[in-house]
């Protein structure tokens, strides 16, 4: 069945240094969304990315999906404490069902 | 409502007895999804609706597991005869549409004992 590969499963940065997680998946998709969970919290939507090559960027958050439209990546710049949490990438296959990967644990060291 | 309501927060129950957990969606979110998270895990989808129709049930475990969604709003998942196995965090999302994002419900922590 279809798989969402996530990468790394955790990160430790320093604040103030950049954090990217990558999203495979073993088929091509028709969108993908990122999701951030904080801890004990629920997942929360950040973004959809529809579009071969798509590029989009919410303030330090830049998300690109790639040209197959099978990978994905979040680059944060500059991480802040508020940044901590689970980044989960959810990837839309043809038959409307979504698959989450199994997130990157991101923790921000003062 | 403001936000996707789900209840209880938290149901402690008994190996072999049926729980029933609910799910009030957002006004107007045409689509409702169930999932089950494990922690330290993404969730997993179980089945999702569009208005009353349940699209696709391919995600439950087992026939133990079903869901319904009778009127186009609120939602029941039920587990009957329960098993350890089935502890875990079950999530309730649901949205405008299968194009747009999910909006989550806290989740209702399932412990069976």
């Known amino acids: 069945g279809q798989q969402v590969m996530q990468i790394p499963q955790y990160q430790h940065v320093q604040e103030g240094e950049d954090f990217t997680t990558y999203c495979n998946s073993s088929?091509?998709?028709?969108?993908i969304q990122w999701y951030k969970q904080r801890p004990g919290g629920h997942p929360v939507f950040l973004i959809q990315l529809v579009k071969s090559g798509e590029v989009k960027k919410q303030k330090r958050l830049t998300f690109q999906f790639g040209e197959a439209k099978k990978n994905s990546s979040l680059h944060i710049t500059a991480t802040q404490t508020t940044d901590v949490g689970t980044y989960f990438c959810a990837g839309r296959n043809r038959d409307d069902k979504i698959i989450f990967g199994k997130g990157t644990r991101l923790h921000i060291l003062p | 409502g403001a936000g996707v309501s789900q209840s209880p927060r938290y149901k402690v129950t008994k190996r072999g007895q049926d729980v029933a957990l609910r799910c009030d969606p957002i006004?107007?979110?045409?689509?409702l999804y169930w999932y089950r998270q494990a922690l330290g895990q993404g969730p997993e989808f179980l089945t999702y609706?569009?208005?009353?129709?349940?699209?696709?049930k391919s995600g439950l475990p087992n026939d133990r597991f079903s869901a319904e969604r009778p009127e186009g709003s609120i939602s029941t998942l039920t587990i009957q005869r329960t098993e350890q196995r089935d502890s875990a965090m079950y999530r309730c999302?649901?949205?405008?549409?299968?194009?747009?994002?999910?909006?989550f419900g806290s989740g209702t922590r399932l412990t069976v004992v």
């Open positions: 609706f569009n208005y009353e129709a349940q699209q696709d």
């Open positions: 006004s107007g979110h045409v689509s």
């Open positions: 999302a649901s949205s405008f549409g299968t194009d747009y994002g999910y909006t």
């Open positions: 088929t091509t998709l028709s969108n």
